[in-house]
Structures are given as C-alpha cells and as structure tokens.
C-alpha cells in the first residue's frame, strides 16, 4: 500500500484558470507511466482514486457555478481556491552555500549556486471567493483566513515529475498555518459535496453539522425533551444529505481535526501584510535518499502582527492585504525570506512510520532537535509595482501545483495526490 497528500489549490492552468536512493536519482522507474506513483511507504485507501477523480469533476463544477452566481468574477472561471491575488512578484531563490551535505538534494544539490533561480510569487487568500480580506462570517463577525505564498522557481535542473507548460520550473504552495484543514481526501470530497449544495458553491457550515450532533451525546434518561427533539433534528437533515453516507468514527475524527485547525489555528492568526509573516508545505515532500521534508519560507526579519483592535465593515479595509503589498513594493527596503526544511527519515519497514502521518494533512511533526533548517535565501528586489494591469494579468496566467517539481521533491500523502488529478483536469 502507498501514499502522498495535500492540496491547496494556487493555480489552475495558464492563461485559463488559476483553482496538496541516491542523490539526484528519479525515485521510480524512468517511464511516464509511472513516474510519480506512491512510494512503499504510503498507504493509499482502496476508494482513493475514486474520491480524487469525484473531487476534480466537482472543483470544475463548482468553478462554473461561482462564475455563474459570484458578481467578482464577472463571468469568468477563476481558481478553485485561492482565486483572490493580493499580487505578484519577481524575486531570486539562491541556494545556501553552507547547507550540509544531507540537504544537498534536488533543488538544493548545489550549495552557493551564485547565479541563483529567478522566482515568481503569488500572494493570496485561501477562500474560494474573492471576498474580503477579514470575512463576516454568519454572526456578521469578520474573521481572518488563510493566507498562501506561492513560488514558482523558473528554469530548473533536473529529472521532473511534471512540466510546467514546458518548462521545468520548481512549485512550493504554502499556507500560514503548518497543518492543512483537512486531513485527507475522504474528508475534502466531503466539502466539496457540501459546497456544491449552496447557491455560490462557498457555504461549508453543513460539513461541520457532525460536531454539533456528536455535542449532544448518547440519549439518556432524563435528558430534555428539547435535546432528544434537536437530535432527532439533526439525524434527520444528515440521513437527507448524500455527503454524510456511510459516516463513521474516523470521519468525526476527521471534522473535529479540521474545526480545530480553522478556530484553533487559521482564524487566530492575524495577518496585517502578507509580507511579514511565515508559510508553510503544509504536507510532507519527498526529500531523495529515504527522507521526507517539510518546508516553510520565514521572513528574513521578524515582524509583529498584532490582532486588529477595532474591526468595523470598513476597517480594515476589504483589499487590505493587496494593500499592504503593494506598499511594502514601493518602499526603499528589499524583502527577504528564508526557505526552510524540516527532515525525516521514511522507511515502509519503520515501527516510527506512523509517528509522521503522511496520510494526515491536519497533523505536524515535533521538532525533537530536529526542526526547521535554512537552506536557501529568496529576495525580493524593490521597487515593483505589483499592482498595475499589466502585472494583475500577468499573475492571474500563472499557475501553481505542487506536481510542477523535480523528482527528489515528489509530494506525498492523499491530499497531494488529490492535487495532481484535480489541477490537471482543471487546467
């Protein structure tokens, strides 16, 4: 059994719609037909390629009803997630030329590489309309979201798993959070059946109907007529809803995992210039050599971002984050980031296996002395104007996946896997 994971959709398809051995050797067998298969030590489900190929016929679903019900898109077919840019920009992606020999892989096989790669990157948010940065949510409170930074490192080295319309170019995909809200694909195709009930393919509050059922326990002696009468009421509406069949244990499990990710993680984190903060894989990559990274790009300067104070409908603004962008873009101070990794050692024979749940994109790993390590610098050259037509173009026609990579970088887990097929047939 095998496996690989995430799916955070920055990009879908060019100019169309934007919606998871030996150093340096391909780690399967050099046909296309199997390169990017699962590895030995992934697990994947019996019912997964099932569930991907359902969640792809639903991302393009739902991508034409919100280009049909949602104003913002005038019509037309944005991504699936993350359709709202707050900007793009150019930047260089240099090597570390003091990385030890363990990181020398892939991507970062040549340390010091003075040239370096030219880089593009797209900041955004998460949701999947192009809504205000602070979203209301249903009790009119404006709550913050997901952020992404996107990077597309241009012309690459090396073996790849697949071309970026031609090109071999190098895609990391990160969120501001290190665990994904959803654990695996089983779980996200039960959003997307969720989505595709409301008008605007964007309420997910039924996915979280679950908790509020499990909330009220067993039926008891002496509970309330009101209690038994609203779960009889609940029951009712998930035997009504396709989305709920077959609903078990590990699926609550799953719910609660993502509830506590989204109140516990996404929506305490301010975020007041996109900028300024860290990003995270938020899923496990192959890192050559029986290893497993994680990753994450850190401001070279840490900055506070202070939770707003006074939040009205107006303040602050609703493009705030493109904003701030696009001022930091017209300052005298060039940006930098650093680009991390985080190892692990994988092995199908590992009692340890389990401990890195590559099958659960809600889960991180402990940094037991071994943490996030610097390998690579990514700077951002001032000024650019980020916010021009001709640059807004420019970054809508770029698309992102996390299958744009060399072989030694291969993504893992369900959700991953799920954004192979998804952004492809998307595109």
């Known amino acids: 059994m095998m496996i690989l994971t995430g799916r955070s959709q920055h990009g879908v398809c060019g100019a169309f719609m ?41 991302t393009i679903a739902l991508q034409g009803i919100r280009a049909k019900t949602d104003e913002s898109q005038e019509g037309r077919l944005l991504r699936g997630v993350h359709p709202k840019s707050h900007g793009c920009v150019m930047a260089r992606f240099v090597v570390n030329d003091d990385i ?4 020398q892989v892939g991507l970062f096989a040549q340390p010091g590489m003075k040239k370096g790669y030219d880089a593009w990157i797209r900041f955004s948010n998460a949701s999947v309309l192009r809504e205000d940065d602070l979203k209301a949510d249903n009790d009119d409170v404006r709550q913050n979201g997901s952020r992404g ?36 694909v089983r779980d996200y195709l039960r959003l997307d059946r969720i989505l595709a009930l409301s008008e605007k393919g964007n309420d997910a509050a039924l996915f979280f109907l679950p908790l509020k059922l499990d909330a009220l326990g067993e039926p008891k002696d002496g509970e309330s007529p009101e209690t038994t009468k609203e779960r009889s009421k609940l029951k009712a509406i998930m035997e009504a809803i396709p989305a709920f069949n077959e609903f078990t244990s590990v699926d609550l499990g799953g719910t609660k995992a993502s509830i506590g990710v989204i109140k516990g993680k996404i929506e305490r984190k301010t975020v007041r210039n996109p900028m300024q ?66 190892l692990r050692s994988v092995d199908a024979d590992d009692p340890k296996l389990e401990e890195l749940k590559l099958e659960d994109a809600t889960k991180i790993w402990s940094d037991d002395g071994t943490g996030y390590v610097n390998v690579a610098r990514i700077t951002i050259k001032v000024p650019q104007k980020p916010d021009t037509d ?32 998804v952004y492809s047939d998307s595109a």
């Open 390 to 421: 001709k640059a807004m173009e420019q970054c809508e026609k770029l698309a992102f996946s996390p299958w744009h990579s060399l072989t030694d970088h291969q993504p893992l887990g369900g959700i991953n896997r799920a954004r192979r097929k």
């Open 18 to 58: 934007a919606l998871a051995g030996l150093v340096g050797c391909s780690p399967m067998a050099s046909d296309g037909d199997r390169l990017g298969e699962p590895f030995a030590f992934e697990t994947v489900p019996p019912a997964e390629a099932g569930e991907i190929d359902e969640t792809a016929a639903l």
């Open 277 to 342: 903060v860290e990003y995270f894989g938020a899923a496990p990559f192959w890192f050559g050599a029986g290893q497993a990274m994680r990753f994450s790009a850190a401001p070279c300067e840490a900055t506070d971002q202070a939770p707003f104070v006074d939040v009205t409908p107006d303040n602050p603004s609703k493009d705030y984050l493109g904003e701030a962008l696009t001022q930091t873009m017209k300052g005298k101070k060039d940006v930098c980031y650093d680009f991390k990794v985080q």
């Open 100 to 103: 030890e020999e363990k990181y």
């Open 149 to 184: 930074m996107a990077i597309k490192v241009m012309d690459v080295e090396g073996d790849m798993l697949s071309k970026d319309d031609g090109q071999s170019n190098q895609d990391f995909l990160m969120i501001n959070t290190p665990e994904f809200a959803f654990a695996n």
